[in-house]
């Protein structure tokens, strides 16, 4: 039985920096990309040097076995995925370069080439890559450190560890 939903989610908590310990929302990539064989209780999410990753990335070997912070813009979502893949990260998570979006997932699909990637692809609100990003600046941090992917049904006061700049 193939089920087609509009938006599977998909949920990472940041364990550290503390001010920004809360439970993310993203969305797994439409037609690209791999899914999570495993759960990572703790892997680094490292923000991309330059930002939007469409190239060559200047902090690529802290990739290496973990999770790439992408931006949105400058290419497509599946050459970001690539280029963090060619880089050893595990996974990718694509924020918006809109940072003030609390709301909309953009829905990453294939681009027009015939490339694949392997490794998982997820779309953040640029919000909340805004936050983790910005409170990774102001700690002088060169990543954050992770939990994903979480069961969300498995914890109670889910709704509690939601950022506060969320609204539902």
Not at 33 to 57: K, N, S
Not at 88 to 109: L, T
Not at 142 to 152: G, L
């Amino acid at each position: 039985m193939l089920s087609l939903r509009i938006h599977d989610y998909l949920y990472f908590q940041v364990l550290s920096p503390g001010d920004i310990r809360y439970i993310f929302t993203a969305t797994p990539a439409k037609d690209f990309g791999g899914i999570f064989h495993t759960r990572y209780e703790q892997i680094h999410l490292v923000p991309a040097e330059p930002p939007e990753a469409c190239g060559e990335l200047s902090n690529g070997f802290f990739i290496q076995d973990q999770i790439a912070l992408v931006e949105r813009g400058g290419c497509s979502f599946l050459s970001k995925t690539r280029v963090v893949q060619e880089h050893g990260g595990r996974a990718v998570i694509i924020s918006d370069n809109a940072v003030d979006n609390d709301s909309f997932y953009v829905e990453m699909i294939q681009d027009s080439t015939q490339r694949t990637a392997d490794i998982p692809a997820l779309f953040l609100l640029g919000r909340d890559g805004y936050m983790i990003r910005r409170s990774l600046e102001q700690h002088g941090l060169p990543w954050a450190i992770i939990s994903i992917p979480v069961n969300v049904t498995s914890i109670p006061t889910f709704e509690l560890l939601q950022p506060p700049w969320t609204f539902w």
